[in-house]
T-cell receptor
């Protein structure tokens, strides 16, 4: 059974700092990996999707990398802003023809002005 | 496009009552899923559908029922509510397997 772990559980950084969020998974036979952002009391917003054949994806100040062989993904946030404060979740989708997704618990990020 | 919509936003039920959580999407997506989110746990898949008329169980299907009569709608039915079903429920959709998921705003359910 796939297990997805996110470390750290919480992170507090000053505004402007570059930061890395980590996601590890036990089954490397993934179809893709997706990073989400969740604001308090809200739904999930997709940030980046990395297919199994890709090594990284970029969107603005966000860069996500994927290393299937080691079962790891990182989300890099450049020049953090207070508006980046949220919980960041990663989720793997295992190969197999049906949509079976496993989520991590998330990293709660606070960016201090 | 409204995206994925869910109703109601909040609901309180008594043990044993039944209800239906509504989910609709206007993006013509084939794949739809229901998740529950509990403190200290990742989102867990309840049921999913790969198209109208086709549904399957996820990780935690007990106590829930689904059907998919149209591409747009994917309601989740609680047959006899239990306190263990107190949670936040999210509906999601995606165009095809392997593409990004789009989530609704969630329904916060409390069972007393």
């Amino acid at each position: 059974k796939q297990e997805v772990t996110q470390i750290p559980a919480a992170l507090s950084v000053p505004e402007g700092e570059n930061l890395v969020l980590n996601c590890s998974f036990t089954d490397s036979a993934i179809y893709n990996l997706q990073w989400f952002r969740q604001d308090p009391g809200k739904g999930l917003t997709s940030l980046l999707l990395i297919q199994s054949s890709q090594r990284e994806q970029t969107s603005g100040r966000l860069n996500a990398s994927l290393d299937k062989s080691s079962g790891r993904s990182t989300l890099y946030i450049a020049a953090s802003q207070p508006g980046d404060s949220a919980t960041y979740l990663c989720a793997t989708n295992l190969s197999g023809g049906y949509q079976k997704v496993t989520f991590g618990i998330g990293t709660k990020l606070q960016v201090i002005p | 496009n409204a995206g994925v919509t869910q109703t109601p936003k909040f609901q309180v039920l008594k043990t044993g009552q039944s209800m239906t959580l509504q989910c609709a999407q206007d993006m013509n997506h084939e794949y739809m899923s229901w998740y529950r989110q509990d403190p200290g746990m990742g989102l867990r898949l309840i049921h999913y559908s790969v198209g109208a008329g086709i549904t399957d169980q996820g990780e935690v299907p007990n106590g829930y029922n689904v059907s998919r009569s149209t591409t747009e709608d994917f309601p989740l039915r609680l047959l006899s509510a239990a306190p263990s079903q107190t949670s936040v429920y999210f509906c999601a959709s995606s165009p095809v397997q392997g593409y990004e998921q789009y989530f609704g705003p969630g329904t916060r359910l409390t069972v007393t």
